[in-house]
């Protein structure tokens, strides 16, 4: 059994910074491969965008609306994905879910894993 279990989050004014953690958790040894982890978010009444991602190679990929302020990291150890977010905006205001692409022992067949999501809040 597989989860994805994410931490940090908040309120914040503009112009400050906030890190976001994620991490695959399962039994021991039951993941074979983590793939592509990334950050995803969702304001209310639209739907949920790619805020960065980044591949096994470590190969990164951001929105436009966050590239320079947004750095998205892992730890293949922890099979963890972090989100560090510097100069937070109003617009940056939504709920932020992880995504892990990691194929399972159980299966050998990728899958996509969600965290439960954790919200962010820059008034305006």
């Known amino acids: 059994q597989v989860q994805v279990v994410q931490s940090g989050g908040g309120s914040v004014q503009a112009g400050e910074s906030l890190k976001l953690s994620c991490r695959a958790v399962?039994?021991?040894?039951?993941?074979?491969?983590?793939?592509?982890m990334g950050w995803y978010r969702q304001a209310p009444g639209n739907q949920r965008d790619l805020v960065a991602e980044?591949?096994?190679?470590?190969?990164?990929n951001y929105a436009d609306t966050v590239r320079g302020r947004f750095t998205i990291s892992r730890d293949d150890v922890w099979n963890a994905v972090y989100l560090q977010m510097n100069g937070l905006k109003p617009e940056d205001t939504a709920d932020y879910y992880c995504?892990?692409?990691?194929?399972?022992?159980?299966?050998?067949?990728?899958?996509?894993?969600w965290g439960q999501g954790t919200q962010v809040t820059v008034p305006g």
């Open positions: 980044i591949a096994a190679d470590g190969t990164s």
């Open positions: 399962a039994s021991l040894g039951s993941i074979f491969a983590v793939g592509t």
């Open positions: 995504k892990v692409d990691l194929k399972p022992k159980r299966t050998m067949i990728f899958a996509t894993y």
